[in-house]
């Protein structure tokens, strides 16, 4: 067995729609058996506390370890979100910057929302230093993955503007060069899967990382164009790592695409 990492994302907990593709998750991990689930944050809709426990029972009641960080929908839109931002992420989750091992992989989660922006995220210089402490903590041949909420790719098309992680640049390469191999976030709600070398030119003896964007589990605004719903598994497969998307479509996942990049 390839080892495996379900990847999903904005999961909106707490919108009004009707949610039979969430039952169906148990469904595909029995399936796929990934050895960890990340979820890149916007687990609840409007930061409230019943939201973030019932994405958390859902997360947790599929049987891998999950892994969590907690996007700019995560924070609650009342005062506390100026005084204690993460209190109830935290009291779920123990931190917005988790780190997790399991059997090919090595996942290290980054917090890249912000309590005084509304949609924007960023990393800080210290996170991203410690981001290299921690990924090189690595068993040897282990996948280094970076997760946070904001995107550092686009997807072809979106209706809405939303824009990257801050100096998005910067960020990527720091995580690059800080050893990632594979870098997820969400935030779209659409798939962007790349590697480094298909969006810019970089010298010879640069690292290379798969980025991959997940689009949305939940569709908060479901009138709005340009979103999608589906989660992507993550494989090591030797010298490899195989991106699989899957979509919703007719009451169940469905496998899309499959992307296959050289490590
Ligand atoms: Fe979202
Ligand atoms: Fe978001």
């Known amino acids: 067995m390839r080892a495996s990492l379900l990847h999903v994302s904005d999961l ?7 949610r039979p593709f969430d039952q169906a998750l148990a469904r595909l991990v029995e399936q796929l058996e990934p050895q960890l689930v990340v979820a890149s944050g916007d687990l609840a809709h409007r930061g409230r506390r019943q939201e973030l426990e019932r994405a958390a029972e859902l997360l947790r009641s599929l049987g891998p370890p999950v892994l969590a960080v907690p996007g700019n929908h995560d924070l609650p839109y009342t005062p ?8 109830e992420f935290e009291r779920i989750w123990e931190t917005t910057e988790p780190t997790a091992s ?3 992989f090595h996942v290290v989660g980054l917090n890249s929302a912000r309590p005084f922006r509304h949609q924007g ?7 991203l230093e410690r981001a290299g402490e921690r990924l090189a903590a690595a068993e040897e041949g282990a996948l280094r993955v970076a997760v946070l909420h904001h995107h550092l790719i686009g997807a072809p098309w979106r209706a809405a503007r939303k824009r990257p992680v801050s100096r998005r640049n910067r960020v990527l390469r720091a995580l690059v060069d800080a050893g990632a191999d594979l870098i997820l976030a969400g935030h779209i709600h659409q798939a ?7 969006f810019e030119v970089v010298s010879d003896d640069a690292r290379t990382a798969v980025v991959a964007i997940a689009p949305g589990l939940g569709q908060p605004r479901p009138r709005r164009l340009g979103e999608a719903r589906g989660l992507h598994l993550h494989e090591v497969d030797g010298d490899a790592i195989v991106v699989r998307t899957f979509h919703w479509s007719r009451g169940d996942w469905t496998l899309g695409a499959e992307r296959r990049f050289v490590r």
């Open 192 to 198: 962007a899967v790349s590697e480094r070398h298909e």
């Open 80 to 87: 506390a979100r100026l005084v204690r931002p993460w209190a």
């Open 121 to 127: 995220g960023a990393l800080s210089r210290a996170q």
């Open 12 to 18: 909106h907990a707490g919108t009004h729609e009707e």
């Open 102 to 104: 399991a059997p090919g």
